[in-house]
């Protein structure tokens, strides 16, 4: 293939195709359906996803991890009593439930730059397989910052760390959450970033960091993302389409003319 400036774009096998990607490449055809490999992939990745949604939420094990870490953990759940709520309702997913506002506002809460936030979301299997080594490597990068306790909320929604940042006096909150599982990433956690958090707000105030899991976005990669946008969020004052991640941006030397 040559394209209009004259170049020729290398030709690739299929083979070489599917090395650089976990789509679906060329699966071929037998008759008008799929091959049995192909179908039996498709299947096995689907159950897969189907797991990793319904699976528990290790909040025991996180927490005991982070405490030997140094790490204040509370431990919070939404109105989302049960997993099939959870999925019927996402509107529980988003408020805490009573005995969990009750103790967030009767801690005597320190003003806090960050608090961060560890949920389950529609992939508890990506939380507990990614949360403690995406904390461990990201608080390092937040010196300087107060930060508050880490809190570990079941049955959560992106929007549960609005109402737990705005009771525990946070300017900003740091969400590590379980994303929806994809047929080539059952375990991929996201990363939300929002500055004054408070109930009532929307996904235009955020910034995401998607996709951090063995073939996504590295520890290092996330920590390196979600620490600039985090620090620049709260030195600008913004966050969501007003904050661009510039993280990966270097100075290029102009030479003279």
């Given at each position: 293939m040559t394209?209009?400036?004259?170049?020729?774009?290398?030709?690739?096998?299929?083979?070489?195709?599917?090395?650089?990607?976990?789509?679906?490449?060329?699966?071929?055809?037998?008759?008008?359906?799929?091959?049995?490999?192909?179908?039996?992939?498709?299947?096995?990745?689907?159950?897969?996803?189907?797991?990793?949604?319904?699976?528990?939420?290790?909040?025991?094990?996180?927490?005991?991890?982070?405490?030997?870490?140094?790490?204040?953990?509370?431990?919070?759940?939404?109105?989302?009593?049960?997993?099939?709520?959870?999925?019927?309702?996402?509107?529980?997913g988003r408020k805490l439930d009573a005995e969990s506002q009750a103790m967030l506002a009767a801690?005597?809460?320190?003003?806090?730059?960050?608090?961060?936030?560890?949920?389950?979301?529609?992939?508890?299997?990506?939380v507990n397989a990614h949360a403690v080594g995406v904390v461990e490597t990201l608080l390092p990068k937040l010196a300087g910052l107060r930060i508050g306790p880490v809190v570990i909320g079941s049955g959560a929604r992106v929007a549960l760390a609005d109402e737990v940042g705005a009771l525990l006096q946070a300017r900003m909150t740091v969400l590590l959450i379980g994303e929806r599982p994809g047929l080539s990433a059952p375990h991929s956690l996201g990363a939300y970033i929002t500055l004054d958090p408070k109930p009532g707000l929307t996904d235009e105030s955020r910034n995401c960091v998607s996709n951090i899991q063995s073939a996504g976005l590295s520890y290092a990669e996330a920590a390196v993302k979600i620490a600039w946008l985090a620090r620049e969020g709260l030195s600008r004052g913004v966050t969501g389409v007003a904050l661009k991640d510039e993280s990966g941006l270097r100075s290029v030397a102009i030479a003279p003319t």
């Amino acid at each position: 293939m040559t394209d209009p400036a004259g170049i020729t774009a290398p030709r690739r096998s299929i083979a070489e195709l599917r090395a650089l990607t976990p789509a679906r490449v060329g699966l071929g055809r037998s008759g008008a359906s799929l091959p049995t490999r192909a179908l039996l992939d498709f299947t096995l990745d689907h159950a897969r996803a189907r797991d990793a949604v319904h699976s528990a939420f290790d909040v025991e094990p996180i927490a005991t991890a982070l405490v030997a870490l140094g790490y204040e953990t509370l431990a919070v759940a939404s109105q989302a009593l049960a997993r099939a709520d959870y999925l019927k309702r996402p509107d529980l997913g988003r408020k805490l439930d009573a005995e969990s506002q009750a103790m967030l506002a009767a801690r005597d809460a320190v003003p806090c730059d960050i608090v961060l936030v560890i949920g389950d979301g529609l992939s508890p299997a990506a939380v507990n397989a990614h949360a403690v080594g995406v904390v461990e490597t990201l608080l390092p990068k937040l010196a300087g910052l107060r930060i508050g306790p880490v809190v570990i909320g079941s049955g959560a929604r992106v929007a549960l760390a609005d109402e737990v940042g705005a009771l525990l006096q946070a300017r900003m909150t740091v969400l590590l959450i379980g994303e929806r599982p994809g047929l080539s990433a059952p375990h991929s956690l996201g990363a939300y970033i929002t500055l004054d958090p408070k109930p009532g707000l929307t996904d235009e105030s955020r910034n995401c960091v998607s996709n951090i899991q063995s073939a996504g976005l590295s520890y290092a990669e996330a920590a390196v993302k979600i620490a600039w946008l985090a620090r620049e969020g709260l030195s600008r004052g913004v966050t969501g389409v007003a904050l661009k991640d510039e993280s990966g941006l270097r100075s290029v030397a102009i030479a003279p003319t």
